[in-house]
């Protein structure tokens, strides 16, 4: 009987562990590979999905305590950080553009001069969308954080994406469901693609741009764990996803359409050559928030 008591007097102190204990071990062991700020988003991001309390509210409590089972939870994600895995897989979400998306190890993990790219597309064509003809491509959809925030923003436009993995697509899928837009996927290699069906106002995309030379400068927590696929191409032909699509966007787009990309800031240069080659008339770099050339324009428009 005695044993009993003892026993679950040792379960209700294992089971009633003050969130503040835990938070001291949690910045102990993060501490040596993150920035403190850093692993503060961390430990309010968990409690905001495992306890459902924003900061203020644990500020009001400091002595909450948690149970067993949200005990493993944080401990599961605090072994998952110490791999320097990204905390929006940890969680499995990430908000874009205003909006929730789901994100596992099959799509890259939106960026925010991606956000940039989307603003950009939306402040050119808000005002000239006259009705449901407008067409809008995305090419590389991952997650779906681009076109489905374009059918979002742009309600009149009728928004296709593409990408070759199937998996991303499945994620896409649930995005565009649980984002209530309207987005037809479609299954495709644009490197295999010999001609884009139909006619669009705007073809958009970020593909993969990060040279094989460029993985040093590169943090763990995106070599180990983002999709390759999405990521690099060969350090011998770095704009093979550029040329391919400028091409075959030479025919798709609608007389006064528009190409955007996404690119890489080592390489605005070369991507400017490379359109005009191709018999782009107008090509324009923009900077992002940071001051680096990360998005292109170009039309046929002189």
């Known amino acids: 009987m005695l044993k009993q008591v003892q026993h679950d007097e040792n379960y209700k102190l294992k089971t009633n562990l003050k969130l503040k204990?835990?938070?001291?071990?949690?910045?102990?062991?993060?501490?040596?590979?993150?920035?403190?700020?850093?692993?503060?988003?961390?430990?309010?991001?968990?409690?905001?999905?495992?306890?459902?309390k924003k900061r203020i509210q644990l500020a009001?409590?400091?002595?909450?305590?948690?149970?067993?089972?949200?005990?493993?939870?944080?401990?599961?994600?605090?072994?998952?950080?110490?791999?320097?895995?990204?905390?929006?897989?940890?969680l499995g979400d990430t908000e874009f553009f205003g909006y929730p998306f789901q994100v596992n190890q099959h799509t890259l993990i939106p960026r925010p001069e991606t956000e940039e790219l989307v603003a950009w597309i939306i402040e050119d064509c808000k005002f000239n969308i006259q009705n449901s003809t407008f067409k809008i491509l995305d090419i590389g959809t991952g997650s779906?954080?681009?076109?489905?925030?374009?059918?979002?923003?742009?309600?009149?436009?009728?928004?296709?994406?593409?990408?070759?993995?199937?998996?991303?697509?499945?994620?896409?899928?649930?995005?565009?469901?649980?984002?209530?837009?309207?987005v037809k996927l479609i299954q495709q290699d644009i490197l295999q693609t010999e001609s884009l069906l139909g006619k669009y106002d705007v073809i958009v995309s970020n593909p993969p741009y990060v040279r094989e030379l460029e993985k040093e400068q590169m943090h763990n927590n995106v070599l180990g764990f983002e999709p390759e696929l999405a990521l690099f191409v060969a350090d011998e032909d770095p704009l093979i996803f550029y040329r391919k699509i400028a091409q075959l966007a030479k025919e798709a787009l609608t007389e006064n359409g528009s190409l955007y990309f996404e690119i890489n800031e080592y390489l605005p240069e070369e991507l400017v050559s490379l359109l005009e080659e191709i018999g782009y008339q107008n090509v324009e770099l923009k900077k992002d928030i940071f001051g680096k050339y990360r998005m292109c324009k170009a039309s046929f428009r002189a």
């Open 21 to 52: 204990e835990f938070k001291t071990d949690f910045f102990s062991k993060l501490l040596p590979l993150f920035p403190e700020t850093e692993v503060e988003s961390f430990f309010y991001l968990l409690t905001e999905t495992y306890l459902k």
């Open 60 to 90: 009001l409590e400091p002595d909450l305590e948690i149970n067993e089972e949200q005990h493993q939870q944080y401990q599961k994600a605090l072994r998952r950080l110490l791999q320097q895995e990204p905390i929006q897989y940890i």
């Open 144 to 182: 779906g954080c681009i076109p489905i925030s374009l059918a979002k923003e742009l309600p009149q436009a009728k928004v296709s994406s593409m990408d070759v993995s199937e998996e991303a697509l499945k994620v896409a899928q649930i995005n565009s469901t649980l984002n209530q837009a309207e």
